[in-house]
């Protein structure tokens, strides 16, 4: 169906695709913490961002509960954005030689 380079091309994609899909597979094993108020507060998510656990040491809960939300979110939003870098880290590789434009995202999702 195709010939030359956009052949090449293609098996090219596909073969990232594939590696894609198999770094996503090995991340959603792995976890990120997130923490916030010195380590008062921590969060862990899996590789999916799923939560999985949120552990609150017991003097933050005598502090105001609004206290308490915000440090939570914080220990929420450092967990994010740790597991975007690992993301980031794992997948960049793979799209590095496909030369796509600044802001696209691959796969096209």
Known sequence: MFDGPLQEMMKQAQKVAEQMKEAQ?????????????AGLVSVTLNGQ???K??????????DDPEIVGELVASAINDANQKLEAMKQESMGSLTQGLNLPPGFKFPFS
């Open 25 to 37: 597979a090995q991340l959603s094993e792995k976890e990120v913490v997130g923490e916030s108020g």
């Open 49 to 51: 961002g799923d939560c």
């Open 53 to 62: 656990s949120v552990v609150i040491n017991p003097n933050v809960l005598a």
